[in-house]
C-alpha cells in the first residue's frame, strides 16, 4: 500500500522463490527405526517452499537491509531512550553457565546466577534510593501493572477500601491510565502548568480520602524535571495516597538524584531504556521495581536473598524469599534473566561515576540539539531540558505537519524522531538524542531538520510526498490499520 506517485517495490516471498526438488538440508539416515506419524497430525496438503539454504539466508539478508536499527544509526526517538547496546552485554548472556542453565534446577547448581540476581537488586536499591527490588516483571508496563497492584495491596492491608482513583498527569506515558485502568481504577487527568510541571493546585483540588496515588513520570514527556517536585509528592501524601515513579527516563537521572530520596514510594525501571539491554523487537524486556520500606513486603513472590549466611571459608547459599504480603507471582519463574545478565554487565563496565556520565552527557546532548534547533522550530516548553525535548512538527508560513518532516527525514538517512507525543504539544516532535550520539550526529541531525524547515516554506510538496529515497514510499497508514493483511502470501486459486 505505497502512494501511487511512488513506484512500489516487491519483494519476493520465499513461496514465490520455490523450486520443486531443491533442499536446504538433508538430515542423515536415522539410527532407530522410522516410525509414521498419525495422520491426525498430518494435512492432506502443505505447499512448504521448497529452497536451497542459500536461498533462504539470501531472502532475508535483503529483507533486513530494509529495517533501521540502533547498530546502523542514530534514532531519536523521545520516551524511548534507544541508546547503543554495548556488545560486552551480548557475550556475557551468552556465557554457557548463564545462557544453558534452567530455572528449576536445584539452586545449588545455579549460585552464580542468583548471585548475579541479588547483587543487581542491590545495585538498583543503591541507584534509586529504595529499600527492595524485584526482577521478576517481564517489561516496563509490566512493572506499572505491579506497582499499581501494590499500593491498591498497600491500602487494602489497612482495611482502607475507599480509595479508588488514580490521578495521572497530562505529561504521563500512555500506559500509566493502561495500568491503573486494568485493575479497575478510576483516572483522573492532572494538567501541567505553563512551564511544563504538574499543576499543584488542581492536584490539591483532585486529592481527597478516595485517592490511591499518583502515577508521575519525572523528568516528564516533556523532558522536563517538575520544579515542585517534593511539594507534589508532599500533596499526595498528605490525603493519604501514594507516589508511583515512572522510571522510564532514569537515564536523566543516574548518579545525581535518587527517586527513592525525593519521596516516591515505588518505581519501575526499563533496563532496555536505562542499562542498554535490547529494545524492542518482540522482547523479552524486564521492567524490575523497587518499593520504600513501607510497600517492600507487597512485592511479588519470591525475590532472591541469602538464606544461609556464609563466612571466610564458606560463600553465602543464595536462594529465594517471599515477601510477606506479597501480591504474588507476576511472571513465569523469575523473570528474563538474560536481561538481567546485560544490565549486570552495564553496570558494572560503567561504575558509580561512569553513570554519571551517562546522565550527564544525555542532558548535554538533549541541550544542545535544543539549542541549536529552537530558531527553527516552536519548543512550546523552551526551558532547559533533561535527556530530551518536544518542538512543534510546523513552520511559519507554511502547512507542513510532523508527519511530512519525519517523513522527510527518512530522505536525509535519519530514523524519524516520536511523532505526536506528547499529546499536549500540537504537531509534537519528540527528540532523545541518548548520551551515545557524538556532536557530528548531532550536528548532522540538526542540518537536516534546520534543512528541511527551509523546504517547508519553499518546497512543501517535496515534504508531503516524502520519503522519496526508501525502498517503499509513503504509507497508507489508515488503510493498513483497518485492511490487515496478515498473511504474507497466498497460493493463486486455479483459474485466477
Not at 22 to 42: H, M, N, Q
Not at 265 to 280: A, C, E, I, R, Y
Not at 363 to 385: E, K, M, Q, S, T
Amino acid at each position: 500500500m505505497t502512494d501511487e506517485r511512488t513506484p512500489k517495490v516487491v519483494e519476493p516471498t520465499l513461496f514465490e522463490l520455490s523450486s520443486p526438488g531443491r533442499v536446504g538440508v538433508t538430515f542423515p539416515e536415522p539410527d532407530v527405526p522410522r516410525a509414521k506419524l498419525p495422520e491426525s497430525l498430518l494435512r492432506a496438503e502443505l505447499p512448504l517452499p521448497e529452497l536451497s539454504e542459500v536461498d533462504v539466508i539470501r531472502h532475508y539478508m535483503r529483507l533486513s537491509r530494509f529495517n533501521y536499527s540502533v547498530d546502523g544509526g542514530f534514532y531519536p526517538l523521545g520516551s524511548c531512550t534507544m541508546k547503543y547496546n554495548p556488545k560486552i552485554n551480548e557475550d556475557m548472556a551468552r556465557l554457557p553457565g548463564f545462557a544453558f542453565t534452567h530455572p528449576l534446577q536445584p539452586i545449588e547448581t545455579v549460585q552464580g546466577n542468583l548471585a548475579l540476581m541479588y547483587t543487581l537488586q542491590q545495585w538498583l536499591k543503591e541507584i534509586s534510593g529504595f529499600a527492595a527490588v524485584t526482577l521478576q516483571p517481564a517489561a516496563g508496563a509490566h512493572g506499572e501493572l505491579t506497582g499499581v497492584l501494590m499500593m491498591r495491596a498497600y491500602h487494602h492491608a489497612r482495611g482502607d477500601t475507599k480509595r479508588t482513583k488514580m490521578l495521572i498527569p497530562d505529561s504521563a506515558h500512555g500506559t500509566n491510565p493502561a495500568s491503573s485502568g486494568m485493575i479497575g481504577l478510576q483516572i483522573v487527568q492532572i494538567p501541567s502548568d505553563r512551564r511544563g510541571n504538574v499543576d499543584l493546585a488542581a492536584l490539591k483540588a483532585a486529592c481527597d480520602e478516595t485517592v490511591v496515588g499518583l502515577m508521575l513520570t519525572n523528568p516528564n514527556t516533556l523532558g522536563l524535571f517538575d520544579e515542585h517536585i517534593e511539594e507534589v509528592i508532599q500533596i499526595v501524601h498528605d490525603c493519604g495516597g501514594l507516589v508511583y515513579g515512572d522510571g522510564a527516563n532514569l537515564n536523566a537521572l543516574l548518579g545525581i538524584v535518587r527517586p527513592g530520596d525525593l519521596g516516591f514510594d515505588v518505581m519501575h525501571f526499563n533496563l532496555h531504556k536505562t542499562f542498554s539491554t535490547p529494545h524492542g523487537g518482540g522482547g523479552p524486556g524486564s521492567g524490575p521495581v523497587g518499593a520504600a520500606a513501607h510497600l517492600a513486603d507487597f512485592l511479588p513472590s519470591p525475590i532472591v536473598g541469602i538464606v544461609e549466611e556464609g563466612d571466610d571459608e564458606t560463600p553465602p547459599l543464595y536462594g529465594f524469599i517471599e515477601p510477606k504480603q506479597s501480591i504474588g507471582r507476576v511472571k513465569a519463574f523469575h523473570g528474563h534473566f538474560g536481561m538481567m545478565v546485560r544490565a549486570f554487565t552495564y553496570i558494572a563496565m560503567h561504575g558509580a561515576d561512569g553513570l554519571r556520565a551517562v546522565a550527564e552527557n544525555a542532558v548535554l546532548n538533549a541541550n544542545y540539539l535544543l539549542a541549536r534547533l529552537r530558531h527553527a522550530y516552536h519548543i512550546p516548553y523552551d526551558r532547559i531540558c533533561m535527556h530530551e525535548f518536544v518542538a512543534e512538527g510546523k513552520v511559519e508560513g507554511s502547512d507542513v505537519r510532523a508527519l511530512d518532516i519525519s517523513k522527510r527525514l527518512m530522505d536525509y538517512g535519519f530514523h524519524p524522531p516520536t511523532n505526536y507525543f506528547p499529546l499536549i504539544v500540537h504537531e509534537a516532535l519528540m527528540i532523545e538524542p541518548t548520551e551515545t550520539e557524538s556532536k557530528q550526529t548531532l550536528d548532522a541531525f540538526a542540518d537536516a531538520l534546520i534543512r528541511i524547515a527551509e523546504e517547508a516554506k519553499t518546497q512543501p510538496e517535496l515534504l508531503k510526498s516524502a520519503p522519496h529515497k526508501t525502498p517503499f514510499g509513503r504509507m497508507d497508514e489508515v488503510k493498513a490499520a483497518r485492511d490487515l493483511v496478515l498473511c504474507c502470501w497466498l497460493p493463486e486459486e486455479k483459474g485466477s
